[in-house]
């Protein structure tokens, strides 16, 4: 087996830095369902807890002005990391179903130009439940219709279909960045300047883009991003939707409680400003401080570089599995980022992902939480091999050595 190329990050993360030699050694290719976390995540919410935990905002003694500066902290680091306009923009959620359900708890409900029965949202085959489910609920309070793009064979989104759907009625346009099934890099500036030139607003699931590119939220010109911290090196429960200004400040609050309001009486309540008035109770402050700590991470390495080795390692593994003969690779999207999916023929994808991991090689199973894309695919689930920037060429050799074996039992 040839020796791999040194990894400059992998000695970063502590549960995945192991001797190549280990019979032991787990080559985990899953950090699309979450990632590993580098040292100094994990440092970052051991000092909090040891030296500095207290409740943010409210309280006059000094511990808590330390805690909540480290986590206001967190806000600045993450509009710098997108290229928000103010930190203001920023709202801390617990991931990115959460901000999808806020905002479709909100955003229909703006005050003076409250969504009607009839009026439509345009989703995409690819997406995840989370962009899907949310909008479901409010379609049925509301009365909305929900128009889905099509892919073309390849696992690409099908831009003639989704201007075709562009239309009057027309009030939302989410999408995701980064396929979690197929790996497809969608072309999101594009289908966002579509959608504006149709007026309407555009909501880009960036789940599993922002542990491996560049997000500009300016460039992209989208109105609302959001992503999960677990993704990207931080901890769970950590997750961001960042919306522009004028526009967030429209939303209605959506959660009631402490945090989000300025004054209260049994007669009156007057709601605090943002970004405060979409974060009631208290946040998950460890979290947030981890992921302030995995944006410093992150920022302080060579991203274009990560991305390039990424795709290296997974293009290198996919063309070895397609070679195998029984192994269907599934979607061949025209810019793909570090995922791919794949089936050994006629097997369940859950014996195979058994038999990888009895072999040392963590892949997920299932519908990815994609079903509309698995029935679209004529599926019902896929193996799916996930890379990150602490994956090396003895994971990719452990991946096929391990399908090759099981192509041998089951087939
Ligand atoms: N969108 C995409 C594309 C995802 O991959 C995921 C996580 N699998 C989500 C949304 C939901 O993220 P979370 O579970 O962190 O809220």
């Known amino acids: 087996m040839p020796h791999s190329t040194p990894n400059p990050w992998r000695h970063h993360f502590p549960l995945i830095d192991q001797p190549s030699c280990d019979v032991n050694r787990l ?16 440092d970052a919410i051991e000092q909090y807890y040891r030296h500095y935990n207290a409740n943010v905002h ?7 002005a330390r805690s909540t500066s480290a986590y206001e902290d967190c806000r600045d680091k993450v509009a710098d990391f997108i290229g928000a306009n103010e930190s203001n923009e920023v709202i801390f959620t617990s991931g990115t179903t959460e901000g999808f359900n806020l905002l479709a708890n909100t955003l229909p409900y703006v005050e003076g130009q409250r969504w009607q029965e009839g009026d439509e949202v345009i989703l995409s085959t690819l997406e995840h439940h989370a962009n899907i489910v949310p909008w479901q609920m ?14 073309d064979c390849n696992g690409d989104l099908s831009i003639p279909h989704y201007q075709a759907l ?23 500036k594009e289908l966002t300047r579509l959608a504006h030139a149709n007026s309407s607003l ?6 599993q883009a922002c542990a491996h590119l560049d997000i500009d939220v300016q460039e992209i010109g989208c109105d609302f991003y959001l992503f999960s911290g677990h993704k990207m090196y931080a901890p769970t429960g950590s997750g961001i939707l960042w919306g522009k200004y004028p526009l967030l400040n429209l939303l209605p609050p959506w959660q009631g409680g402490g945090e989000m ?8 309540v007057q709601y605090n400003q943002l970004p405060y008035r979409l974060e009631a109770g208290t946040p998950n402050i460890s979290a947030i401080i981890g992921l302030g700590a ?25 063309t070895q599995l397609a070679d195998i003969e029984g192994i269907n690779i599934i979607g061949e999207p025209k810019v793909q980022g570090s995922l791919f999916s794949f089936l050994i023929d006629g097997c369940e994808p859950s014996d195979i992902a058994t038999l990888l991991d009895e072999q040392g090689v963590a892949v997920r199973s299932g519908h990815h939480c994609t079903q509309p894309l698995m029935t679209s695919l004529n599926l019902t689930g896929t193996v799916r091999a996930s890379f990150a920037l602490y994956n090396n060429e003895d994971d990719v050799n452990a991946l096929v050595t391990a399908v090759h074996k099981a192509c041998e039992l089951l087939l």
Request: hydrophobic share 40%.
């Open 27 to 42: 080559s985990y290719l899953d950090s699309a369902a979450t990632s590993q976390k580098p040292q100094c995540v994990i």
């Open 58 to 64: 409210r309280a006059a003694h000094t511990l808590s």
């Open 138 to 151: 409010l379609a049925e309070r509301l009365g909305l219709v929900i128009k889905v793009i099509p892919l």
């Open 166 to 188: 562009l239309g009057p009625r027309t009030r939302l346009v989410s999408l995701t960045h980064v396929s979690n099934t197929l790996g497809t890099i969608n072309p999101i």
């Open 202 to 207: 555009v909501a880009i699931d960036g789940a």
């Open 261 to 268: 309001i300025k004054t209260v009486s049994f007669e009156k």
């Open 294 to 318: 995995a944006i410093d991470y992150l920022s302080s390495i060579d991203r274009q570089q990560v991305l390039r080795y990424e795709q290296k390692l997974c293009s290198s593994a996919k």
